[in-house]
């Protein structure tokens, strides 16, 4: 434990769901993680109410992703809180998970829809990164969440599915670009989680029981499968693991 001790992470998307258990598991490491979140504030200062109670550190940080002024203003808020917490506005850990989910078959998209699922889930990390670069110290980690559906064909989320493949680029670009700087960038791709996200169809036993099928281990992934992987790309233990795609699905579709 605390492999994280001294370091500092930003993870986004953090108030729920596989965000929420990536914060928990960098602060149980002993990283102080600043959680962002959209619009749930309350649940946000929940993790951070959490992580306090067991000894860590955190803080909640709220902004909506939509345009480029936004995620500026973002970045302000955050070297604010940062200096506040730590006297520096650099930090060593950038989790890149707030997204949106769009069950959407190619017949159904829509350009108002397309533009939606390319703006949340590519556009904003991708200028995310950009403005946090400055502020990433050298040796850092950088975690994108891309998608087992970048694998395996998934009609039924075409659109998202797209976004997930440009993740995908995004990270073996971003990983040779910032490997001078001894900065790792890797993708974890999760197949069906536990999560909000997925809550109606696991809540129906049948669907709970194909879901569970899919995977080599006949169970459902909850969002620490996930969480434990982001653990050790955050550490320095995956210091030679770098531009790569990690399956995380439980071997779903083998």
Known sequence: ?????????????????????????????????????????????????????FGGKAFAIGTEFSTLNHIEAFIHLLDVQLEEQTGSTEFDILVNNAGIGQVLSLE????????????????????????????LRDGGRIINLSSVVTRTAYPAVFGYSLTKGAINTFTLALAKHLGPRNITVNAIQPGIINTDMNAGTLQDPDGEKFVAGLSAF??????????????FLASSDSRWVTGQLIDASGGSHL
Request: hydrophobic letters at 45%; a negative charge.
């Open 1 to 53: 434990m605390n492999t994280l001790q001294g370091k500092t992470a930003l993870v986004t998307g953090a108030s729920r769901g596989i965000g929420r258990s990536i914060a928990l598991r960098l602060a149980q490491e002993g990283a102080l993680v600043a959680v962002h979140y959209a619009r749930n504030q309350a649940a946000a200062e929940q993790v951070v109410q959490e992580i306090n109670n």
């Open 218 to 231: 006949n169970r459902v992934g909850q969002p620490a499968d996930i969480a434990d992987i982001a653990a």
């Open 108 to 135: 159904e998209l829509t350009e108002e829809a397309i533009d939606e699922v390319l703006n949340i889930n590519v556009k904003v990390p991708l200028f995310l990164t950009q403005q946090a670069l400055p502020r």
